[in-house]
Each structure stands twice: as C-alpha cells, then as structure tokens.
C-alpha cells in the first residue's frame, strides 16, 4: 500500500502510523459533556468502503495527513493535511515569492 | 446413536462410502422461525446446536451468506488456550476449555482437540514476573499454569533459539499445558451436523440484506432468498458486524474491523509439539498434524474487510519467526490468507441481549474467536433462550464502554489496532 504525502510523494505504508478513524470529533478539553466524551473515546462509523481517517507520516517529514482509503480495497482516494492550515510546499513558495 | 463409529465405518467402507448421509440438509427457508441466527461461522452454528441442544428451541435457522464456515472460522490458527488475567476473561475461556475438553464426544465428531500446551515466552525480567502474575491469577481461578525456566523450554522446544547471542535471550515462560490446537473446520462441520440433526435448518448462499420491523421491535430479515420472520434476531458475524448493524440503523458501534494475516508452511517432520509464542513482539505458531508450521502474528494495524494483508506484516512475522527459530530459514512458505476481525475497544468480546428490541448480539472477539467457539454458543444460546445473560457472559455487554466497566486484559485503552 502506498501513501502520498503532499510533500513528500509516494511512499510505502511502512513509513506512515495509523491514528484511526478520523470522523471522531474531540469535545473541548474542558468540557464536561460525558455523551461526547462517550462517542468521541469509544464509537466507530466503521464503513465497509471510503473511510475517513488520519495517519502521521511518521517515518517521514512527520506531518498529520486525513486519507480517504477503501477499507475493501485499500484503494486510497485522496490525502490531505489533516489541519486545513497548511499550504503544500509549492503553493508556500509561491506566496513567499511575493514581494 | 453415534453415526461415527468404528462399526459405521466399516459397514460403509465396505459398501464402498456411498451411503453416507449428508452432514446437514439443504433447506429452503421457511416463511418464520422462532429464532434467526446471522452467520453460520463457528460461533453462529454452536449457538444453534446449544439453542437446541440445551433449551429445546429448534424451530431456528442459521442464516450463511458465503458457505458454511467460509469466513474467520476456516480462516485462523487453531490455538485454544484459557490464560487470560482479569476474573471476567479467565472464567469465560475456563468454561470454554471445558467444552472444548468434551467436545469430540459430544458432537460425536473428532474435531481433533490436541492439548499440546501452550508456552508464552518471556524475554525479560519484568516480563517474567508479569507472566508469573498472570500465571498465579490463573491458578486462583482453577486454571491449570506453570513457569518454566530455559532448561524445561530447551527440553521441550530443540528447535528454539535458547542461547544467551538469540536477538531477545528467552529468560522463561508460561505454560498452560492444557491449551493445544483443534481442527478448525471439523469444529464447524460437527456443530452444523449436531443442530441440523436437532431440526435446525442451515440456509446457505443467503445474504442478509436488511430487517424488518415490528413498530420498534426487530421481527425478522430480508434476504437475497426472500423476507423470513423470527421472534428473536441474533447476529453473529464477527468483522461484518458493523455492515450488518448499519442494516439495523445502529451507526456506531464500540468495534473496528481489522485484517488479520495467517501462514503455513510446506509440511515438515514433526518440529514442534506445542503452540509457542514470541514475547517480543507478536507471533504465535503450532504444527498442524500434516506437518505444516501455522503462524501468524499482528493485525495489520488499519480499517479493513479485505480478506487481506499488505507486505509489512509478512515482512514482520517472518522475521520474527526466525529470532525465534533461525534453523527456519530455508523452509518454504505455502500459503498465506486474512481475515476481518471485530476489534472491540477493550480487546473483549461483547454478548448480550439487544441493543433493539428483538435483536442479540455476539462480538468484538478481536482476532481470538476461535478458542471461545463452544463457551461464546453456549452462553449466545442461555441469552436468546431466557432473554438474560448466564453469569460466564453478563460482564460482555455492549454498554460497558458507556458505564467504565470496560475488560481490559491488555491495558491498551481504547485502541483496537493495540489489542
């Protein structure tokens, strides 16, 4: 299986640790909300097909990515930074080129 | 009266093996039943032999999709062992190694039940007095567990690397000599005969498809062989289990679904005589009686119901292998297969009554369903018939998570890929 990371292309899955489904959404720390914490901690949408979910180019340049991967195929359909704050590098440049 | 018997044999060898009756009949499904089972993999099918067997209730059908003991059940390696830590774990297997003990008997049907013991090595000192934890609290519980040193495991294993230079030095283990190795598929074709001779009907080639319902009350399915109706639902489907739970409207469950590679290598001489497993990692491995090495190590570590596995885990496993056994290396691996199991958030499996009005629901056995076989049945088969859990099963229930009564052997947390 092969994973793109938007810097650093195309690399085996060995590279890469698996942070599970990331559909799941984190309650505020402080939050006291005991349901959320609930659903967040321990429930799984599980789909038998695209799956939502997170993995760290660990073995690489480190960055958090959010992959759409068929669990029945292992087909992977599309990898982005997981924190929308991120620009890839090309599209960086580009703006620092700016005078 | 046994149909399997020396003097059956006979009689029919010499009438040249053609009147033998088939294991189970090929039933059309009928219009209802008193109760449904989903899956007709080993957990489904004991349930339906002990539904019959010890509550009388044979008016039941065993929905398959594929073929009868198609999916996890003809798919794993074979181990039974009970060395479980916490109480909830170790009485529940307790209970199934008791069944397993008798189970040839019983379904008059050698599914090959071989106690060769079961040997966890310890690589470190830490991990030694862990074992030696673990092994008291078996023995607390009436489970038979011993230590042994390097001498008794050199004695028991040649093959093993015992030496002071092996990668991970082996310091000791813990042997549970009443664990071993059954034949999987004789498991699912005994308990398939032994409740089609009781009157229930074993449907295969028939895909579940959705329920139908009664108000709020799950009162039967729909099938790619027609709609049939049942007071009582029950859904044994390992890692479809939230496929099939989605069918129901439940979108979340406390499960993820996980490939689990397994191996087998060309049949050797006899090699070992016992089920080893590496403490420095995860690989486990026993020789099947036509000599071939079963092995097989961790799941692959990511969402998946592809019935298999990428490299990295093979590239693992045999390396492993060889810390362990070096005099392996030019053995020649024949096959390699997966299968999707139902990693539950605390590693324990989940048997209960609901979570619909109507519905029972046997899961997240991970990937160690196959030595729960007859106790995961049995105790299925008490739920469904007297609508609450036996005490073997009443910690596995689905709103444990929810209530922070989570049975957590391993202490990994909420981490399935982990347990």
Redesign the interface.
């Known amino acids: ?1 092969l994973i793109t990371c938007p810097y650093c292309g195309p690399r ?3 590279e890469y640790t ?1 942070q ?2 990331g559909n799941r959404e984190r309650p505020d720390p402080a939050s006291q909300n005991f349901e959320a914490w ?2 967040y ?8 097909g695209d ?1 939502n ?1 997170i993995w760290q180019h660990s073995g690489g340049c480190r960055a958090h990515l959010r992959v759409v ?1 068929n ?4 087909e992977i359909s599309s990898v982005a930074f997981a924190s929308g704050d991120h620009h890839a590098p090309a599209a960086r440049r580009k703006a620092e080129d700016k005078p | 009266m046994a149909e399997y018997s020396a003097l059956s044999l006979l009689a029919n060898a010499l009438k040249g093996n053609k009147d033998w009756k088939p294991a189970w009949r090929k039933p059309d499904p009928k219009a209802s039943y008193d109760v449904i089972i989903i899956g007709g993999g080993g957990h489904g099918l004991s349930t339906a032999y002990y539904l019959a067997k010890e509550h009388g209730i044979t008016n039941v059908a065993v929905l398959e999709k594929g073929w009868l003991g198609s999916g996890n059940v003809g798919r794993n390696t074979t181990a039974v062992r009970s060395n479980y830590l916490l109480p909830a774990n170790t009485r529940f297997y307790e209970h199934s190694m008791k069944l397993w003990e008798n189970l040839s008997h019983e379904l008059n049907y050698n599914v090959m039940f071989s106690q060769r013991g079961c040997l966890n090595l310890a690589h470190t000192p830490a991990q030694f007095d862990d074992y030696a934890r673990r092994g008291n609290a078996m023995r607390h519980l009436g489970v038979d567990a011993e230590l042994m040193t390097p001498a008794e495991i050199k004695r028991l294993i040649p093959a093993l690397d015992i030496s002071g230079d092996a990668r991970f030095p082996v310091i000791g283990g813990l042997m549970q000599r009443r664990a071993g190795t059954a034949r999987h598929d004789a498991v699912a074709w005994g308990y398939a005969r032994g409740a089609d001779r009781r009157g229930v009907d074993i449907i295969e080639n028939c895909e579940v498809t959705g329920f139908l319902r009664d108000g709020d009350r799950i009162s039967g399915v729909t099938t790619s062989r027609g709609d049939i109706r049942a007071r009582k639902v029950a859904v044994a489907v390992a890692g ?1 289990t ?2 099939v739970m ?1 069918m129901a409207g439940v ?7 996980h490939v689990l590679q397994a191996f087998v290598t060309e049949s050797l001489k006899p090699f070992i005589d016992t089920v080893v497993t590496f403490g420095m990692g995860h690989f486990y491995m026993s020789q099947s009686d036509k000599g071939g090495l079963v092995y097989g190590g961790d799941i692959d ?6 019935q298999r596995g ?1 490299l ?1 885990i093979v590239d693992e496993v045999m390396s492993e292998m060889l810390a362990l056994f070096p005099g392996l290396g030019r053995v020649r691996m024949l096959r390699s297969w997966g299968g999707v199991c139902d990693m539950s ?1 605390d590693g324990s499996p989940i048997i209960t009554t609901g979570p619909l009005p109507g519905m029972y629901l046997n899961c997240g056995w991970c990937y160690g369903g196959f030595k729960a076989t007859p106790a995961s049945g049995w105790c299925f088969a008490w739920t469904i018939a007297k609508d609450q859990p036996h005490e073997f099963n009443a910690p596995f229930t689905l709103d444990r ?2 209530r922070g009564l989570v049975i957590d052997d391993k202490g990994q947390g ?4 982990l347990h």
């Open positions: 299986m085996d899955v060995i698996y599970g489904d609930n659903a901690v321990y429930d799984r949408l599980n789909p038998a799956h979910e991967r669990t029945l195929t292992h | 479809s939230g496929r989605q979108e979340t469950m406390p499960i993820e679904s570590g990511y969402n998946s119901y592809a990428n990295p958030m998570f929810h909420a981490n399935p890929r």
